[in-house]
């Protein structure tokens, strides 16, 4: 069978079983379970009303409780045994991770990139949406800054492993050494603590048209009224930035901030492709992928970590978006 063919057949049952599902629900609910007859037909009404959203909740439910919960709990109980999978050891794996100075490390550095690259990224964002919204060619510039999001991970980290190349004529930053007279070519990358700071400047060239549209977004939408006050009471622009707008967005701020922290948690891509988790640069994913083929349980172990580092940013952007939704 041709996959264009197969696709096609897949939308068709896909679509029609949704719509035979809600309407066979419906008939079941409204003439069998809760029919609109007898002595109080108006009780059974307001029954089947409380129950159709969960009937139709249920599909979107089981979805996620299959591919989203079981896989959860059935990573931790996968993590509680040994790496052949047939003795269980408990809490084992999270003992000999916390023993293991190659996780310890790849701790530090995932903390290092939530403190860097969120921070980074949303200052440049907001600051690249106030200044392009001043200029007459502002649409021109968003376009160019925005761009990167478009590339890959791995296609952005290649391009930037060409920038970082030990090699004056291939690599930018050697080749303003050379230009400026220094000595030999180096590797950017090999450099201990400091290549951390050089793969985090991939995804803040990353992330920063992604803050700079939404943040954009919120500054636009700031009322003139405010900003007119404040230029009638004297205020220059410095001070209608940080003290009128700045605090006026402050949710939209956190939010991106937030948004781009779970991002950072997740991030695999670029240290894989640049560096393979070499040269100090181990981050968590990184550090479960070197476990994945040969203990598995160890890797498990890491990703229940990761989720338990990720979690609390989630729960805490929920609410904040909830809050700014109010």
């Keep these: 069978m041709s996959p264009l063919l197969q696709g096609?057949?897949?939308?068709?049952?896909?679509?029609?079983?949704?719509v035979a599902y809600f309407y066979l629900s419906n008939i079941l609910l409204d003439t069998v379970i809760f029919p609109a007859r007898g002595r109080d037909p108006g009780r059974n009404i307001n029954r089947a009303n409380m129950v159709r959203p969960w009937l139709f909740l249920a599909p979107a439910i089981f979805a996620a409780g299959l591919y989203l919960a079981y896989p959860v709990f059935g990573s931790f109980y996968r993590s509680l045994f040994n790496r052949d999978g047939n003795q269980f050891i408990g809490a084992g794996n999270y003992f000999a991770l916390w023993g293991d100075p190659a996780f310890r490390r790849a701790?530090?550095?995932?903390?290092?990139?939530?403190?860097?690259?969120?921070?980074?990224?949303?200052?440049?964002?907001?600051?690249a949406a106030q200044l392009t919204d001043r200029l007459r060619w502002g649409n021109i510039?968003?376009?160019?800054?925005?761009m990167p999001m478009a590339i890959s991970f791995v296609g952005a980290s290649l391009i930037w492993k060409f920038v970082y190349a030990n090699n004056s004529q291939i690599g930018l930053i050697n080749a303003i050494r050379a230009w400026l007279g220094f000595g030999a070519p180096i590797d950017p990358l090999q450099i201990p603590?400091?290549?951390?700071?050089?793969l985090m400047v991939i995804l803040i060239w990353i992330?920063?048209?992604?803050?700079?549209?939404?943040?954009?977004?919120?500054?636009?939408?700031?009322?003139?009224?405010?900003?007119?006050?404040?230029?009638?009471?004297?205020?220059?622009?410095?001070?209608?930035?940080?003290r009128i707008k700045v605090p006026q967005i402050m949710p939209t701020i956190m939010v991106v901030w937030t948004t781009i922290t779970i991002l950072v948690l997740k991030i695999f891509d670029i240290v894989y492709t640049t560096t393979g988790g070499n040269f100090g640069t181990q981050i968590l994913p990184s550090y479960m992928m070197s476990y994945m083929f040969r203990d598995d349980g160890r890797a498990t172990a890491v990703a229940m970590v990761i989720m338990v580092v990720v979690l609390p940013v989630m729960v805490w952007n929920i609410v904040q978006a909830r809050k700014e939704l109010r």
Excluded: H, Y
């Design 193 to 198: 603590f400091w290549n951390n700071f050089f």
């Design 107 to 127: 701790l530090l550095n995932n903390f290092l990139w939530v403190l860097v690259v969120p921070a980074a990224a949303t200052f440049l964002g907001l600051l």
């Design 207 to 242: 992330q920063t048209g992604f803050a700079m549209v939404i943040l954009s977004a919120a500054l636009r939408g700031i009322p003139e009224e405010t900003v007119e006050a404040a230029v009638i009471d004297g205020a220059n622009p410095f001070q209608i930035f940080f």
């Design 141 to 146: 510039a968003k376009s160019l800054i925005f």
């Design 8 to 18: 096609a057949i897949t939308i068709v049952l896909g679509v029609g079983g949704c």
